[in-house]
């Protein structure tokens, strides 16, 4: 995702909605524990402040500084910058370690990731049994006849300079890879749909407008999308420019688990990373695990669990 300026952020911010509450209410039904959630692509800590409802512990990262200084603030809630340079390992260190992350959540961002690198830094974190991972996006929104016309036609505009990324998010995620089996929530290539309710007034619209993917990406090349006169029709057809309109975002969701083909590979990694040794005396034999790559949580613990039962 492109780095908002702080005004543009600011925009951002007012204009996107709240997800509702009962997302996240199943969502943690689901999961087998309640440990350690991870909102990845957080943006302004949205997803954040609805996971630490339900777990004790929120890691919430983001490439965008501008948005992370927007962050809203709680006590379950550490934010992270993480550049684009950050390598697997230290990402993984920095999100718990493996098999450590009950739940992951990319709201309105899976689709600006390099998705195989993420993938698999999803896949090691996340808890074998009973960890969950849900992303979803939102497409497309409902105001009003007159303004939903109008929107369409700078919607179409956009076509020409929509990313391949940006074709994920406007497709819904019907074309976006997702390795992880379904739970009945979604599944590749065939996202749930659900609306979010949110109330928009003429100029929070106009900030989301100006804030918006493919147009600032039309503006980078030169192109304004959302123009003066474009903005003068959609105050037309708003009417009155008090007025907060109750409108909906058209969102898809997908949620997934390891599968047991997952599970397997991350087992026989772990054991890569044991060495043990049995040490003898007269009394009985002991054994010491020592883990490569020590740093990861979990690591130790499988590898003494693995020594044990090859005693």
Not at 37 to 58: C, H, M, R, S
Not at 62 to 78: F, G, P, T, W
Request: glycine fraction near 6%.
């Amino acid at each position: 995702m492109a780095a908002l300026s702080d005004k543009l952020a600011d925009a951002y911010q007012n204009a996107r909605p709240r997800y509702p509450i009962d997302w996240f209410t199943k969502l943690a039904a689901r999961t087998g524990q309640h440990k350690l959630a991870w909102d990845v692509g957080t943006g302004n800590g949205q997803a954040a402040i609805g996971l630490a409802e339900y777990f004790e512990k929120v890691v919430a990262t983001d490439i965008n500084e501008a948005q992370l200084k927007r962050a809203v603030k709680h006590e379950r809630i550490s934010y992270h910058h993480t550049p684009t340079e950050l390598s697997e390992d230290k990402m993984v260190a920095l999100v718990g370690g493996d098999n450590s992350v009950d739940l992951i959540v990319a709201a309105q961002a899976v689709h600006y990731f390099d998705l195989q690198p993420f993938y698999n830094i999803a896949k090691r974190v996340l808890r074998k049994e009973g960890g969950l991972i849900a992303v979803w996006v939102y497409n497309d929104l409902v105001i009003s006849p007159e303004v939903d016309a109008i929107m369409k036609r700078l919607v179409d505009s956009t076509f020409p300079y929509r990313t391949p990324v940006m074709n994920l998010a406007f497709d819904g995620y019907k074309t976006m890879p997702f390795p992880f089996e379904s739970i009945g929530m979604g599944s590749e290539g065939k996202p749930i749909q659900l609306d979010i309710p949110h109330k928009l007034s003429l100029k929070g619209f106009v900030g989301f407008l100006r804030s918006w993917q493919p147009a600032m990406k039309a503006k980078e090349r030169g192109v304004e999308l959302v123009t003066e006169d474009l903005i003068n029709q959609f105050e037309d057809a708003w009417g009155d420019d008090d007025d907060v309109k109750d409108i909906f975002y058209k969102a898809h969701m997908i949620v997934g688990k390891l599968s047991s083909a997952d599970i397997e590979r991350h087992r026989k990694r772990f054991e890569s990373n044991c060495v043990v040794t049995k040490l003898k005396d007269s009394n009985n034999s002991a054994v010491i695990a020592s883990v490569t790559a020590a740093a990861f949580a979990g690591v130790a613990a499988y590898c003494a669990y693995s020594a044990r039962k090859n005693t």
